[in-house]
């Protein structure tokens, strides 16, 4: 199987700033009570129920809620772990591949995304950047039956249970020629799931679809534990997250978000890439599946550390690639319990 691919600049779908006079009612309640972070208006236009049908679309780990995904456990050395990690200064030989921004459009495919996304950083890391293998969400949102609902939403474990049985081929963002199957426009545009293909869609990739595949070697959760998510995503890379969206997140820009107004909208994967410290409040660093051009902060954003804000330390996975990778400052890691599979 080839697996060597060079990323590309693509170009991002791009969020309208609207003038201060257009501000909604919930962008002033917002910044009037001057929490931890600024609201703006990124979706003009959209309603509530619109943005969460394109932008959201994580519906669990798992369709079984039964199902357990193999645990990992860390030796913690407390005073090993920094005040600020960032995995792009860490591992400089993949900060290309780890500072890729995806752009999911009008698709609720999150859940396929940041597997990928993950899939892709680790890969690189354990490669020791010599494999820059961009994995195709366009793959597993069209063609992994049993992972949920296309672009309506679906399942993070059942990404990751694919990527071991069956593989997953390359695939850059929409309108690129990046990889085997990049993102197709029927998914960014529509919010349509294109049908399933076992060839690749890119004519330009001479790498054929079985050849590209490429199969990870094991997947397993982290207890809701800040140190254990710590210790994972400094020995072995980025972790793939989930969150509950309410209506204030539409309206980020930047600072450190917490929950301050309206309803839930549903849950969104994303992909955590380090923490830090701002204005004495401690953050995770969160890579988004918007665009580069979303919010303030170039399709990242910060959201509050160590109280498990909107769930965002729950339920969080994360995978090996490579069957021979031994972590340099792995520290006794150990997995204790069995995750079943598909049948």
């Not at 060839?199 to 800040?226: I, P």
């Not at 923490?275 to 890579?287: D, F, I, T």
Request: charged residues 20%.
């Amino acid at each position: 199987m080839k697996h060597l691919l060079l990323l590309c600049t693509i170009a991002p779908l791009v969020w309208a700033k609207p003038s201060s006079e257009s501000s909604n009612r919930l962008v002033d309640t917002i910044n009037s009570k001057k929490t931890t972070w600024t609201a703006g208006v990124n979706f003009p236009g959209e309603t509530p129920e619109e943005f969460a049908k394109k932008r959201l679309g994580f519906l669990g780990n798992h369709p079984d809620p039964n199902f357990r995904v193999a645990k990992k456990v860390h030796k913690i050395g407390r005073t090993a772990i920094p005040e600020s990690f960032d995995a792009r200064d860490q591992w400089p030989q993949c900060k290309d591949v780890i500072d890729n921004i995806r752009d999911q459009g009008n698709c609720g495919s999150c859940w396929a995304f940041a597997p990928a996304e993950v899939m892709s950083d680790r890969l690189c890391i354990e490669s020791k950047g010599e494999t820059k293998f961009e994995f195709s969400p366009q793959d597993v949102l069209s063609c992994c039956d049993y992972c949920g609902y296309g672009c309506d939403g679906g399942y993070t474990a059942t990404a990751w249970i694919y990527w071991l049985g069956h593989g997953i081929v390359s695939g850059g963002d929409y309108n690129t020629s990046v990889g085997c199957k990049p993102y197709e426009g029927l998914a960014f545009l529509n919010h349509k799931t294109p049908s399933c293909k076992t060839t690749c869609t890119n004519a330009n990739y001479k790498t054929t679809y079985e050849d590209d595949r490429f199969t990870g070697f094991t997947y397993y959760s982290l207890d809701k534990s800040v140190e254990q998510i710590q210790t994972d995503i400094m020995t072995n890379g980025p972790i793939q997250a989930s969150y509950r969206v309410f209506e204030d997140f539409m309206t980020y820009e930047e600072g450190v978000y917490q929950y301050t107004e309206g309803k839930e909208l549903g849950g969104h994967a994303v992909k955590i890439i380090g923490w830090g410290s701002e204005n004495n409040v401690p953050y995770w660093l969160v890579a988004n599946s918007w665009g580069s051009e979303w919010a303030n902060l170039k399709g990242y954003f910060k959201i509050r550390r160590g109280t498990n804000e909107c769930g965002i330390e729950a339920g969080v996975l994360a995978g090996i690639a490579l069957n021979n990778f031994d972590p340099p400052d792995d520290t006794g890691s150990a997995i204790k319990a069995v995750s079943s599979g598909l049948g």
